[in-house]
């Protein structure tokens, strides 16, 4: 059993920077795709950024390349967003959350068996 908490989130303004954590516990992150998720007010969750075990390779949604890069720290045991330029339609519930390296596509939710509870992001304009 994997345990993620998240921090970091924040009130935040328009090209704002903020980095989220992602410390987890019971597992080891390198041993799994850790990846980031959000869910804006009436919206579904949509997938942000993930960090596969394979090489530390590293994809992100098309909505935040450039702006937002995922991170791995193997010693902390911790997986970080490190967010720039942010907007105000990044105003979300930011998740972490853990996947067994072989149990299906990266960028689906629905394959990640551990979650976080969860941090508020939100951008004023």
């Known amino acids: 059993q994997v345990q993620l908490v998240e921090s970091g989130g924040a009130l935040v303004q328009t090209g704002g920077s903020l980095r989220l954590s992602c410390a987890a516990s019971?597992?080891?992150?390198?041993?799994?795709?850790m990846g980031w998720f959000r869910q804006a007010p009436g919206k579904e969750r949509e997938f942000v950024a993930a960090?596969?075990?394979?090489?530390?390779?590293?994809d992100a949604a098309d909505s935040v390349k450039g702006r937002f890069t995922i991170a791995r720290d193997n010693a902390k045991n911790t997986v970080y967003l490190q967010m720039s330029s942010l907007k105000p339609e990044d105003t979300a519930v930011y998740y972490c959350?853990?996947?067994?390296?072989?149990?299906?596509?990266?960028?689906?939710?629905?394959?990640?068996?551990?979650w976080g509870q969860g941090t508020q992001v939100t951008v004023s304009s």
């Open positions: 959350a853990a996947r067994y390296p072989y149990s299906g596509r990266y960028y689906s939710e629905d394959g990640y068996a551990y």
């Open positions: 960090v596969m075990t394979n090489g530390g390779i590293t």
């Open positions: 019971g597992g080891i992150v390198s041993t799994y795709t």
